[in-house]
Protein backbone atom coordinates (compact mmCIF):
# COMPACT_ATOMS: atom_id res chain seq x y z
CA UNK A 1 0.00 0.00 0.00
CA UNK A 2 1.75 3.39 -0.96
CA UNK A 3 2.44 5.85 1.89
CA UNK A 4 -0.65 7.69 3.08
CA UNK A 5 -1.03 11.11 2.80
CA UNK A 6 -3.45 12.39 5.43
CA UNK A 7 -3.59 16.12 3.62
CA UNK A 8 -5.61 14.31 1.01
CA UNK A 9 -8.58 13.42 3.28
CA UNK A 10 -8.30 15.34 6.60
CA UNK A 11 -10.62 18.05 5.45
CA UNK A 12 -11.25 21.78 7.29
CA UNK A 13 -13.65 20.24 9.77
CA UNK A 14 -13.39 16.25 10.41
CA UNK A 15 -11.85 13.24 8.69
CA UNK A 16 -13.51 11.84 6.00
CA UNK A 17 -12.09 9.12 3.40
CA UNK A 18 -11.57 5.89 1.77
CA UNK A 19 -11.28 2.54 3.72
CA UNK A 20 -8.87 0.78 3.85
CA UNK A 21 -7.05 3.11 0.70
CA UNK A 22 -7.11 6.08 2.62
CA UNK A 23 -8.13 5.27 6.34
CA UNK A 24 -7.26 2.17 8.00
CA UNK A 25 -6.08 0.87 11.65
CA UNK A 26 -2.40 2.37 11.50
CA UNK A 27 -3.52 6.02 10.60
CA UNK A 28 -6.47 5.55 13.17
CA UNK A 29 -4.03 5.11 16.22
CA UNK A 30 -1.47 7.39 14.72
CA UNK A 31 -4.66 10.52 14.47
CA UNK A 32 -5.71 9.15 18.36
CA UNK A 33 -1.33 9.33 19.31
CA UNK A 34 -1.53 12.69 17.81
CA UNK A 35 -4.94 13.84 19.38
CA UNK A 36 -3.98 12.89 22.52
CA UNK A 37 -1.15 14.44 22.21
CA UNK A 38 -1.65 17.94 20.59
CA UNK A 39 -5.21 18.61 22.16
CA UNK A 40 -5.68 16.50 25.20
CA UNK A 41 -2.76 16.45 26.78
CA UNK A 42 -1.30 20.02 25.86
CA UNK A 43 -4.86 21.22 27.70
CA UNK A 44 -4.52 19.67 30.40
CA UNK A 45 -7.42 17.08 29.99
CA UNK A 46 -7.55 13.21 30.89
CA UNK A 47 -9.75 11.60 29.23
CA UNK A 48 -11.24 11.04 25.84
CA UNK A 49 -14.97 9.13 25.01
CA UNK A 50 -15.04 7.66 21.76
CA UNK A 51 -18.31 6.32 19.90
CA UNK A 52 -19.39 4.80 16.31
CA UNK A 53 -21.65 4.61 13.60
CA UNK A 54 -23.18 1.78 12.07
CA UNK A 55 -20.49 1.09 9.34
CA UNK A 56 -19.02 -2.40 9.09
CA UNK A 57 -15.36 -0.57 9.27
CA UNK A 58 -16.26 1.53 12.59
CA UNK A 59 -15.84 -0.60 15.15
CA UNK A 60 -12.11 -1.77 14.45
CA UNK A 61 -11.19 1.75 13.29
CA UNK A 62 -12.45 3.49 17.13
CA UNK A 63 -10.92 0.57 19.05
CA UNK A 64 -7.32 2.01 16.93
CA UNK A 65 -8.29 5.17 17.72
CA UNK A 66 -8.62 4.57 21.25
CA UNK A 67 -5.39 2.33 21.30
CA UNK A 68 -3.63 5.71 20.12
CA UNK A 69 -5.23 7.80 22.94
CA UNK A 70 -4.71 5.35 25.62
CA UNK A 71 -0.62 5.41 24.45
CA UNK A 72 -0.20 8.74 25.39
CA UNK A 73 -1.22 8.10 29.05
CA UNK A 74 -4.68 9.49 28.66
CA UNK A 75 -8.12 7.21 29.57
CA UNK A 76 -10.34 5.70 27.13
CA UNK A 77 -13.81 5.48 27.08
CA UNK A 78 -15.59 3.05 24.42
CA UNK A 79 -19.63 4.17 24.27
CA UNK A 80 -20.06 1.83 21.51
CA UNK A 81 -23.05 2.96 18.96
CA UNK A 82 -24.34 6.22 18.87
CA UNK A 83 -24.75 9.45 16.77
CA UNK A 84 -22.69 12.43 16.66
CA UNK A 85 -25.17 14.17 18.28
CA UNK A 86 -24.63 11.01 21.47
CA UNK A 87 -21.12 11.36 21.00
CA UNK A 88 -21.05 15.83 21.65
CA UNK A 89 -23.55 14.46 24.41
CA UNK A 90 -21.51 11.82 26.35
CA UNK A 91 -18.47 14.73 26.12
CA UNK A 92 -20.72 17.23 27.74
CA UNK A 93 -21.70 14.84 30.22
CA UNK A 94 -18.06 13.57 31.06
CA UNK A 95 -16.15 16.79 30.11
CA UNK A 96 -14.07 14.81 28.46
CA UNK A 97 -12.61 15.00 24.30
CA UNK A 98 -14.67 13.07 22.29
CA UNK A 99 -14.40 11.01 18.93
CA UNK A 100 -16.90 10.19 16.68
CA UNK A 101 -16.00 7.27 14.17
CA UNK A 102 -18.67 7.98 10.96
CA UNK A 103 -18.64 9.69 7.13
CA UNK A 104 -22.06 10.95 8.25
CA UNK A 105 -23.99 10.62 4.67
CA UNK A 106 -21.00 9.43 2.29
CA UNK A 107 -21.14 5.93 0.87
CA UNK A 108 -20.58 2.96 2.23
CA UNK A 109 -16.81 2.70 1.32
CA UNK A 110 -16.09 5.53 3.01
CA UNK A 111 -15.56 6.70 7.33
CA UNK A 112 -14.06 9.54 8.81
CA UNK A 113 -13.63 10.71 12.49
CA UNK A 114 -15.31 14.36 13.99
CA UNK A 115 -13.28 15.91 17.09
CA UNK A 116 -14.18 17.59 19.67
CA UNK A 117 -13.00 19.29 23.00
CA UNK A 118 -14.35 18.84 26.48
CA UNK A 119 -17.59 19.86 26.75
CA UNK A 120 -18.01 19.12 22.36
CA UNK A 121 -16.31 21.94 22.00
CA UNK A 122 -15.14 21.95 18.13
CA UNK A 123 -11.61 20.85 16.90
CA UNK A 124 -11.43 22.26 13.07
CA UNK A 125 -8.24 23.30 10.51
CA UNK A 126 -7.69 26.04 12.53
CA UNK A 127 -8.52 25.03 16.10
CA UNK A 128 -5.90 22.15 16.10
CA UNK A 129 -6.87 19.49 13.70
CA UNK A 130 -3.88 20.63 11.34
CA UNK A 131 -1.64 20.22 13.67
CA UNK A 132 -2.96 16.69 14.49
CA UNK A 133 -2.92 16.17 11.22
CA UNK A 134 0.88 16.89 10.91
CA UNK A 135 2.05 14.88 14.22
CA UNK A 136 -0.03 12.07 12.89
CA UNK A 137 1.74 12.19 9.44
CA UNK A 138 5.16 12.07 10.94
CA UNK A 139 4.27 9.16 12.64
CA UNK A 140 2.88 7.27 10.31
CA UNK A 141 6.36 8.34 7.89
CA UNK A 142 8.45 7.54 11.41
CA UNK A 143 10.03 11.03 11.55
CA UNK A 144 8.64 11.62 14.79
CA UNK A 145 8.78 9.86 18.19
CA UNK A 146 7.01 10.28 21.68
CA UNK A 147 8.41 10.08 24.29
CA UNK A 148 6.72 7.41 26.57
CA UNK A 149 4.12 7.44 28.81
CA UNK A 150 1.78 5.11 31.10
CA UNK A 151 -1.05 3.35 29.29
CA UNK A 152 -4.26 5.62 30.31
CA UNK A 153 -7.47 2.89 31.20
CA UNK A 154 -9.51 1.56 28.81
CA UNK A 155 -13.55 0.97 29.83
CA UNK A 156 -16.91 0.99 28.06
CA UNK A 157 -19.98 3.08 29.39
CA UNK A 158 -23.76 3.15 27.71
CA UNK A 159 -24.74 6.57 27.63
CA UNK A 160 -27.82 5.97 25.65
CA UNK A 161 -30.69 6.17 28.18
CA UNK A 162 -28.66 8.91 29.44
CA UNK A 163 -29.23 11.04 26.73
CA UNK A 164 -32.46 9.90 25.76
CA UNK A 165 -33.26 11.62 29.64
CA UNK A 166 -31.61 14.67 28.56
CA UNK A 167 -33.03 15.57 25.46
CA UNK A 168 -36.55 14.54 27.52
CA UNK A 169 -35.73 17.39 30.28
CA UNK A 170 -35.13 19.66 27.38
CA UNK A 171 -38.21 19.69 25.05
CA UNK A 172 -41.66 18.35 27.45
CA UNK A 173 -43.60 16.15 24.77
CA UNK A 174 -45.83 14.07 27.39
CA UNK A 175 -48.56 16.75 27.18
CA UNK A 176 -48.38 17.69 23.51
CA UNK A 177 -52.01 16.43 21.24
CA UNK A 178 -51.07 12.80 19.64
CA UNK A 179 -49.50 12.86 16.81
CA UNK A 180 -48.54 10.21 14.29
CA UNK A 181 -45.07 10.81 12.83
CA UNK A 182 -43.25 8.91 9.98
CA UNK A 183 -39.09 9.15 10.47
CA UNK A 184 -37.08 7.95 7.75
CA UNK A 185 -33.31 6.67 9.96
CA UNK A 186 -32.08 5.79 6.42
CA UNK A 187 -30.42 2.76 8.34
CA UNK A 188 -28.39 5.01 9.69
CA UNK A 189 -27.68 5.78 13.51
CA UNK A 190 -31.90 7.29 13.95
CA UNK A 191 -32.60 3.76 13.74
CA UNK A 192 -30.72 3.83 16.78
CA UNK A 193 -31.86 6.67 18.82
CA UNK A 194 -35.38 7.52 18.04
CA UNK A 195 -36.46 4.68 19.63
CA UNK A 196 -34.56 5.76 22.77
CA UNK A 197 -35.74 9.28 22.57
CA UNK A 198 -39.55 9.21 21.32
CA UNK A 199 -40.45 5.67 21.93
CA UNK A 200 -39.59 3.27 25.18
CA UNK A 201 -36.39 1.66 24.19
CA UNK A 202 -34.19 3.37 26.82
CA UNK A 203 -36.41 3.19 29.41
CA UNK A 204 -38.27 6.65 28.64
CA UNK A 205 -41.68 7.11 29.63
CA UNK A 206 -44.27 6.63 26.72
CA UNK A 207 -45.28 9.95 24.96
CA UNK A 208 -48.67 10.65 22.67
CA UNK A 209 -46.73 9.79 19.34
CA UNK A 210 -47.51 7.09 16.99
CA UNK A 211 -44.06 6.59 15.27
CA UNK A 212 -43.87 4.71 11.78
CA UNK A 213 -39.72 3.03 11.39
CA UNK A 214 -38.39 3.46 7.87
CA UNK A 215 -35.20 1.79 7.14
CA UNK A 216 -34.39 1.56 10.93
CA UNK A 217 -32.40 -1.46 10.63
CA UNK A 218 -28.51 -0.35 10.87
CA UNK A 219 -26.22 -1.20 7.83
CA UNK A 220 -23.81 0.59 6.76
CA UNK A 221 -24.16 -0.34 3.09
CA UNK A 222 -27.38 2.20 2.94
CA UNK A 223 -29.53 -0.30 0.63
CA UNK A 224 -32.39 1.58 0.46
CA UNK A 225 -31.18 5.14 -0.40
CA UNK A 226 -28.34 7.22 0.59
CA UNK A 227 -28.59 8.76 4.14
CA UNK A 228 -28.61 12.38 2.95
CA UNK A 229 -31.88 14.06 3.41
CA UNK A 230 -30.41 17.09 1.66
CA UNK A 231 -30.60 15.61 -1.85
CA UNK A 232 -34.42 15.60 -2.91
CA UNK A 233 -34.23 11.68 -4.07
CA UNK A 234 -33.65 10.89 -0.94
CA UNK A 235 -37.03 12.31 0.56
CA UNK A 236 -39.20 10.59 -2.15
CA UNK A 237 -39.89 7.33 0.03
CA UNK A 238 -40.89 9.35 3.35
CA UNK A 239 -43.11 11.74 1.48
CA UNK A 240 -45.35 9.22 0.08
CA UNK A 241 -45.17 7.24 3.38
CA UNK A 242 -46.41 10.64 4.79
CA UNK A 243 -49.48 10.96 2.41
CA UNK A 244 -49.82 6.80 2.61
CA UNK A 245 -50.44 6.88 6.46
CA UNK A 246 -52.26 10.28 6.67
CA UNK A 247 -49.17 11.64 8.96
CA UNK A 248 -48.81 14.81 10.76
CA UNK A 249 -45.27 14.99 9.58
CA UNK A 250 -42.16 13.06 8.75
CA UNK A 251 -39.05 13.31 9.88
CA UNK A 252 -35.66 12.50 8.22
CA UNK A 253 -32.16 11.61 9.83
CA UNK A 254 -28.97 11.78 8.19
CA UNK A 255 -26.19 8.88 8.96
CA UNK A 256 -25.32 9.69 11.61
CA UNK A 257 -28.18 11.62 12.75
CA UNK A 258 -26.87 14.87 13.63
CA UNK A 259 -29.42 16.50 10.95
CA UNK A 260 -33.34 16.39 10.79
CA UNK A 261 -35.32 17.51 7.41
CA UNK A 262 -39.05 18.13 7.69
CA UNK A 263 -42.20 16.51 6.01
CA UNK A 264 -45.28 18.55 6.31
CA UNK A 265 -48.83 16.69 6.78
CA UNK A 266 -48.64 17.22 2.52
CA UNK A 267 -45.84 14.79 1.81
CA UNK A 268 -43.72 18.70 1.07
CA UNK A 269 -40.33 19.42 2.35
CA UNK A 270 -40.21 21.96 4.87
CA UNK A 271 -37.05 24.39 4.09
CA UNK A 272 -34.21 23.96 7.08
CA UNK A 273 -34.52 27.99 7.26
CA UNK A 274 -38.32 28.07 8.17
CA UNK A 275 -37.36 25.46 11.20
CA UNK A 276 -34.47 27.73 12.51
CA UNK A 277 -37.03 30.62 12.60
CA UNK A 278 -39.54 28.41 14.24
CA UNK A 279 -37.24 26.87 16.61
CA UNK A 280 -35.37 30.37 17.06
CA UNK A 281 -39.00 31.75 17.73
CA UNK A 282 -39.27 29.03 20.39
CA UNK A 283 -36.43 29.64 22.10
CA UNK A 284 -36.56 33.51 22.99
CA UNK A 285 -40.13 32.86 23.94
CA UNK A 286 -38.75 30.60 26.52
CA UNK A 287 -36.02 32.40 27.63
CA UNK A 288 -38.58 36.18 28.14
CA UNK A 289 -40.62 33.72 30.14
CA UNK A 290 -37.54 32.76 32.41
CA UNK A 291 -37.11 36.98 32.55
CA UNK A 292 -34.80 37.47 30.30
CA UNK A 293 -35.38 41.20 27.98
CA UNK A 294 -35.67 39.33 24.54
CA UNK A 295 -33.29 42.51 23.28
CA UNK A 296 -30.26 40.14 25.27
CA UNK A 297 -31.32 36.99 23.75
CA UNK A 298 -29.40 35.92 20.61
CA UNK A 299 -29.60 33.43 18.04
CA UNK A 300 -27.08 32.65 15.36
CA UNK A 301 -27.70 32.03 12.09
CA UNK A 302 -25.55 31.61 8.36
CA UNK A 303 -25.00 33.63 5.40
CA UNK A 304 -27.66 31.39 3.13
CA UNK A 305 -30.54 31.32 5.60
CA UNK A 306 -33.54 33.02 4.45
CA UNK A 307 -33.89 36.18 5.45
CA UNK A 308 -37.03 35.58 6.89
CA UNK A 309 -34.75 34.18 9.57
CA UNK A 310 -33.62 37.59 10.83
CA UNK A 311 -36.18 39.18 10.27
CA UNK A 312 -38.60 37.11 12.58
CA UNK A 313 -35.72 37.28 15.04
CA UNK A 314 -35.85 41.40 14.76
CA UNK A 315 -39.68 41.06 15.04
CA UNK A 316 -39.26 39.17 18.32
CA UNK A 317 -36.40 41.75 19.55
CA UNK A 318 -34.10 39.38 19.41
CA UNK A 319 -30.45 39.70 18.03
CA UNK A 320 -29.74 37.80 14.89
CA UNK A 321 -26.10 37.27 14.49
CA UNK A 322 -24.46 36.40 11.08
CA UNK A 323 -21.79 34.25 10.70
CA UNK A 324 -20.16 32.27 7.72
CA UNK A 325 -21.13 29.09 6.79
CA UNK A 326 -20.21 25.78 8.85
CA UNK A 327 -20.12 24.48 12.06
CA UNK A 328 -17.18 25.47 13.44
CA UNK A 329 -18.10 29.01 12.50
CA UNK A 330 -21.33 28.92 14.41
CA UNK A 331 -20.27 27.30 17.38
CA UNK A 332 -17.24 29.78 17.36
CA UNK A 333 -20.75 32.40 17.30
CA UNK A 334 -22.42 30.78 19.36
CA UNK A 335 -19.97 30.80 22.65
CA UNK A 336 -19.15 34.64 21.87
CA UNK A 337 -22.77 35.79 21.95
CA UNK A 338 -23.83 32.94 24.48
CA UNK A 339 -26.67 32.69 21.94
CA UNK A 340 -29.17 30.31 22.57
CA UNK A 341 -29.77 28.72 19.43
CA UNK A 342 -27.99 28.64 16.30
CA UNK A 343 -29.75 27.26 12.72
CA UNK A 344 -28.30 26.65 9.05
CA UNK A 345 -29.48 25.85 5.83
CA UNK A 346 -27.92 22.41 5.67
CA UNK A 347 -29.97 21.09 8.73
CA UNK A 348 -27.69 21.84 11.64
CA UNK A 349 -29.34 22.79 14.84
CA UNK A 350 -27.18 23.94 17.52
CA UNK A 351 -28.38 24.63 21.17
CA UNK A 352 -26.44 26.38 23.85
CA UNK A 353 -28.30 24.01 26.39
CA UNK A 354 -26.68 21.02 24.35
CA UNK A 355 -22.91 22.50 24.83
CA UNK A 356 -23.85 24.90 21.76
CA UNK A 357 -23.70 21.72 19.68
CA UNK A 358 -25.99 20.58 16.62
CA UNK A 359 -28.53 17.81 17.62
CA UNK A 360 -30.80 16.76 14.44
CA UNK A 361 -32.91 14.89 17.94
CA UNK A 362 -33.77 18.01 19.82
CA UNK A 363 -34.36 20.03 16.82
CA UNK A 364 -37.42 17.20 16.12
CA UNK A 365 -38.43 17.41 19.24
CA UNK A 366 -38.96 21.41 18.97
CA UNK A 367 -40.89 20.47 15.88
CA UNK A 368 -42.69 18.11 17.32
CA UNK A 369 -43.66 20.17 20.46
CA UNK A 370 -44.54 23.06 18.18
CA UNK A 371 -47.03 20.92 16.41
CA UNK A 372 -48.58 19.29 19.12
CA UNK A 373 -49.02 22.14 21.37
CA UNK A 374 -51.79 23.76 18.63
CA UNK A 375 -54.32 22.38 16.46
CA UNK A 376 -53.30 23.61 12.95
CA UNK A 377 -51.13 20.93 10.62
CA UNK A 378 -48.03 21.50 10.18
CA UNK A 379 -48.04 23.52 6.78
CA UNK A 380 -50.10 25.97 8.47
CA UNK A 381 -47.59 26.00 11.46
CA UNK A 382 -44.75 26.97 9.20
CA UNK A 383 -46.78 29.38 6.75
CA UNK A 384 -45.41 32.08 8.75
CA UNK A 385 -41.75 30.93 7.88
CA UNK A 386 -41.97 30.50 4.31
CA UNK A 387 -42.40 34.33 2.67
CA UNK A 388 -39.84 34.27 -0.05
CA UNK A 389 -38.71 32.11 -2.97
CA UNK A 390 -35.49 30.51 -2.36
CA UNK A 391 -33.02 28.37 -5.52
CA UNK A 392 -31.63 25.99 -2.97
CA UNK A 393 -27.84 25.93 -3.56
CA UNK A 394 -26.76 25.30 -7.20
CA UNK A 395 -23.29 23.83 -8.30
CA UNK A 396 -21.12 25.11 -10.66
CA UNK A 397 -17.94 23.26 -11.82
CA UNK A 398 -15.49 26.07 -12.75
CA UNK A 399 -11.74 26.52 -12.95
CA UNK A 400 -11.81 30.12 -12.64
CA UNK A 401 -13.83 30.80 -9.38
CA UNK A 402 -12.31 34.55 -8.90
CA UNK A 403 -13.19 35.27 -12.19
CA UNK A 404 -16.69 34.32 -12.49
CA UNK A 405 -17.42 35.79 -9.06
CA UNK A 406 -15.78 39.09 -10.64
CA UNK A 407 -18.16 38.50 -13.68
CA UNK A 408 -21.04 38.79 -11.18
CA UNK A 409 -20.20 41.66 -9.24
CA UNK A 410 -20.01 43.73 -12.28
CA UNK A 411 -23.30 42.58 -13.36
CA UNK A 412 -24.98 43.66 -10.08
CA UNK A 413 -23.18 47.30 -10.30
CA UNK A 414 -26.26 49.42 -11.59
CA UNK A 415 -28.73 47.12 -9.69
CA UNK A 416 -28.82 48.96 -6.31
CA UNK A 417 -27.46 46.21 -4.33
CA UNK A 418 -25.63 46.15 -1.05
CA UNK A 419 -22.03 43.83 -1.30
CA UNK A 420 -20.58 42.26 1.84
CA UNK A 421 -18.04 39.56 1.50
CA UNK A 422 -18.08 37.79 5.44
CA UNK A 423 -18.38 34.37 3.07
CA UNK A 424 -17.88 34.32 -0.67
CA UNK A 425 -19.89 37.13 -2.36
CA UNK A 426 -23.14 38.37 -1.31
CA UNK A 427 -25.42 40.64 -3.06
CA UNK A 428 -29.24 41.82 -1.27
CA UNK A 429 -31.27 44.41 -3.72
CA UNK A 430 -33.49 46.04 -0.82
CA UNK A 431 -36.05 46.69 -3.11
CA UNK A 432 -39.59 48.46 -2.50
CA UNK A 433 -42.49 50.33 -4.15
CA UNK A 434 -42.85 47.19 -6.55
CA UNK A 435 -39.55 46.53 -7.27
CA UNK A 436 -39.20 42.78 -5.77
CA UNK A 437 -36.43 42.38 -3.09
CA UNK A 438 -33.86 39.79 -3.76
CA UNK A 439 -30.51 38.37 -2.58
CA UNK A 440 -27.85 35.96 -4.07
CA UNK A 441 -24.82 34.42 -2.44
CA UNK A 442 -21.87 33.11 -4.69
CA UNK A 443 -19.31 31.31 -2.68
CA UNK A 444 -16.39 29.07 -3.65
CA UNK A 445 -15.64 25.88 -2.49
CA UNK A 446 -12.55 24.83 -0.14
CA UNK A 447 -11.95 21.67 -1.53
CA UNK A 448 -13.45 21.42 -5.19
CA UNK A 449 -13.21 23.57 -7.86
CA UNK A 450 -16.88 25.03 -7.17
CA UNK A 451 -19.13 27.52 -7.50
CA UNK A 452 -22.24 27.61 -5.27
CA UNK A 453 -24.92 29.97 -5.55
CA UNK A 454 -27.88 30.64 -3.83
CA UNK A 455 -30.82 33.05 -4.47
CA UNK A 456 -34.05 33.95 -2.64
CA UNK A 457 -36.15 36.66 -3.64
CA UNK A 458 -39.80 38.23 -3.13
CA UNK A 459 -41.60 35.90 -5.47
CA UNK A 460 -40.87 32.82 -7.69
CA UNK A 461 -40.22 34.92 -10.98
CA UNK A 462 -37.97 37.24 -9.67
CA UNK A 463 -35.92 34.65 -7.98
CA UNK A 464 -35.28 32.49 -11.30
CA UNK A 465 -34.45 35.60 -13.84
CA UNK A 466 -31.49 36.41 -11.04
CA UNK A 467 -30.48 32.94 -10.81
CA UNK A 468 -30.44 32.69 -14.57
CA UNK A 469 -28.89 35.77 -14.39
CA UNK A 470 -25.83 34.63 -12.76
CA UNK A 471 -25.53 31.10 -14.15
CA UNK A 472 -25.29 32.04 -17.56
CA UNK A 473 -22.64 34.29 -15.78
CA UNK A 474 -21.21 31.29 -14.09
CA UNK A 475 -21.36 28.96 -16.73
CA UNK A 476 -20.34 30.95 -19.88
CA UNK A 477 -17.75 28.39 -20.22
CA UNK A 478 -18.47 26.03 -17.44
CA UNK A 479 -19.71 22.74 -17.13
CA UNK A 480 -23.15 22.91 -14.67
CA UNK A 481 -23.69 20.27 -11.55
CA UNK A 482 -26.96 21.30 -10.04
Known amino acids: MPPHNLSDFVKAYDVRGLVPEQLDVDVAWA ?5 AEVIISRENGTGCVIAHDMRATSPELSQAFGVGVASRGIDVTHVGLASTDGLYFASGHLDVA ?3 FTASHNPAAYNGIKLCRPGARPVGQDSGLADVRDLAQELLDGTAELRHEDEGKTDECELLADYAA ?3 GLVDLSRIRPLKVVVDAGNGMGGHTVPAVLEEKAGMPSLPLDVVPLYFELDGTFP ?10 NLVDLQAAVVEHGADLGLAFDGDADRCFVIDERGEAVSPSAITALIATREVAREVAAGTAASDV ?5 VITSAQVPEVIAALGAKAVRTRVGHSFIKGEMARANAVFGGEHSAHYYFRDFW ?3 TGMLAAMHVLAALGEQSEPLSAVMADYTAYSASGEINSTVDDQGAKTALVREWADNKGVEVDELDGLTLTHGGGDGDPMWWLNLRASNTEPLLRLNVEAADADTMAAIRDDVLRL ?8 S
Open 31 to 35: LGAAF
Open 98 to 100: GAM
Open 166 to 168: FLR
Open 224 to 233: NHEANPLEPA
Open 298 to 302: SIVHN
Open 356 to 358: FAD
Open 474 to 481: VRRTARGI
